[in-house]
């Protein structure tokens, strides 16, 4: 199978990302490259079939778009023919082989498999400094909706396609696509020690071709420069998972590597046990803390509700019944003239001074309302995140029905 990929910033994850599809099932690599990168990447011609292009317009990618990829494809994926389509830093966890995936897709008549985009970060949430060298699993050991839960952004993206469809938006969408429901899982390797100020960069591109995930770029911004790190524990960050070595089985003697393995596997167990009960705590102190402030306002509206009634049914009261007779032909005296003027002034102050009180509790009410319809809401919000925190550490906890 056929892979085409744009590079325009710099190639060290491309050793990685060669091995990690090769091992998947990708026989054959399109690459366009900006030319400062070519002859790092011819180096690996050496070991893959790579096929690269130094004429292509890779610099528009950052802002979206997929010209260079689109002209590769055109040039050599034919029009019933399944391609991968990614990034450099993404690196879909297939869990089989392509071809496995792609059957099932033909199955169901679809066109293109998509892949949710998990961010990978450090332990301290802070970007990591590499050189190319190492393991990326160890160096980016935690993995996060970053792009829907602080972005607010389309964290899927198609990255099996059949044919040529027309891509839209960075390969989020393509034109007349069947979309499989057999859903893969992408880890992007992205948040490296000079991608932050690479974000800033696309911000500003963005933002003056008034591109609409401009908004997206500057949710990241925000999040970063106020915590100074990714606080992945705060957007539902988990431990990556290690599954246990395939020489573990029955019948067979642990080696010092099967041991460390299953350590590790127990390790990152525990951590995201640990992980799930403080994240179980916190969201019931919080929902507690919360449902105190639903039940404070609910007894304030109730209270300034009581009060306006109140003021209402006073603002109805009569005065005392005058002295003099009020009829036809009676001649007031002085006395009685000046008592029915002072009524008259004390019924206009009364009903100015209840006017003023009744405005003034309809305000008060009309706030108290809000607050507590928003805390009411919030509730409802943190009972279910308490509900899935609670699922969560169940799935996890041992003797449920998860494997390692």
Known sequence: MKLFTAISHDTRLLPHFLAHYQQAGITDFFIAVDPRFEAAASKLKLNYNIVLYTDLDVIEAIVGGSAAVAKMRHEHQGPGEWAMVVDLDEFVEFGADIREVTNFAEQERANVVRAVMWDRFTRDGRPACFDGEGDLDSLFPIRARFIKNVMHGTDFKGVLVKG???????????????????????????????????????????????????????????HYDRAGRFAWEEFGGEYIEHPLPDTVRPGRDLSTEDVDGISEALATRDANLALMRNRLHNAEAEYSHLWNEYEYYLQQCRSLKDELEAASRKGLELEPDLVAPIRAGYMLTAAEAHSLSQALLRYQKQLKELSRKSRESETKLEHIWKEYEYYLERSRQLESKLSASDEGVRERSPGSDKKL
Do not use: N, Q
């Open 164 to 222: 040529l469809l027309k891509a839209h938006g960075a390969h989020h969408r393509f034109e007349d696509e069947i979309v499989c429901s057999r859903e893969l899982e992408l880890s992007h390797y992205k948040w490296f020690d000079d991608a932050v100020e690479r974000l800033r960069t696309a911000y500003r591109m963005v933002s003056d071709a008034a591109i609409p995930w401009a908004g997206e770029y500057a949710r990241a911004l925000e």
